[in-house]
Each structure stands twice: as C-alpha cells, then as structure tokens.
C-alpha cells in the first residue's frame, strides 16, 4: 500500500523559509515521479513542483520558479520541498503525490492525474 506523508509545514513571516518533506513507503521509490501541490482556500488546487525520481528530472509552476527547491533522498525514500522567500501567496494547504506513470513527469505534472495523494501540511506565511 502506498503511502505518503507530508510535515515541516508551520506559520513562517514572508521572505522566510520552511523545507517540507514527503515521507513515502509501500512502493519502489526509484521508480515514481513525485509532485508537489498546494490549494488554498476558495482556490483551485496548483501544482507547485514535480520530480522522477528515476533519472532527477524536475518541473515548476512559474509562480515558484526561483524561490522552491525539489529534490530527493532515494536512500530515505523522501522528497523534499525547500521553500525560500516565502510570500503571503504561498499560504496554502502543501500535499505531495506519486505515481510511477513516468513517462510525460515531470513536464506535464499539473495536469497530470497523480494516484496517490498524503493527507497534507498547513503553510501559513504572515505578511
């Protein structure tokens, strides 16, 4: 059974950071692309970043470019999210996802219809 778990998210004053990780078991880890995403309130949810862990091909939405960080541990069967200069648009809801359909991940990670989602972690970024 796959499983994920997200923690690391907390209240952080904007220009902050927070480094958010996805704990993953149940599955072969080498072989899965994992994505981040995030919905706010009354928001649709977005996808933020997305790493195939096969061979460390990463993606990012726009709004993120430059300021978050995915990578992996393969040896923790983890992901991590490193979010620098946090901004009060950031406050969401952060759920990681995977799926070992690797093929079109991470470049069409969006859109993509993840199989498996963790439960999520709060973000709160104060202005």
């Known amino acids: 059974e796959v499983q994920l778990v997200e923690s690391g998210g907390g209240l952080v004053q904007a220009g902050g950071s927070l480094r958010l990780s996805c704990a993953a078991s149940g599955f072969i880890f080498d072989d899965y692309a994992i994505g981040w995403f995030r919905q706010a309130p009354g928001k649709e949810r977005e996808g933020v970043a997305c790493?195939?862990?096969?061979?460390?091909?990463?993606n990012y939405a726009d709004s993120v470019k430059g300021r978050f960080t995915i990578f992996s541990d393969n040896a923790k069967n983890t992901v991590y999210l490193q979010m620098n200069s946090l901004k009060p648009e950031d406050t969401a809801v952060y759920y990681c996802?995977?799926?070992?359909?690797?093929?079109?991940?991470?470049?069409?990670?969006?859109?993509?219809?993840?199989?498996?989602w963790g439960q999520g972690t709060q973000v709160t970024v104060s202005s």
């Open positions: 790493i195939s862990n096969d061979d460390g091909m990463t």
């Open positions: 996802a995977a799926d070992d359909r690797v093929g079109v991940l991470p470049l069409d990670f969006q859109w993509f219809p993840f199989a498996d």
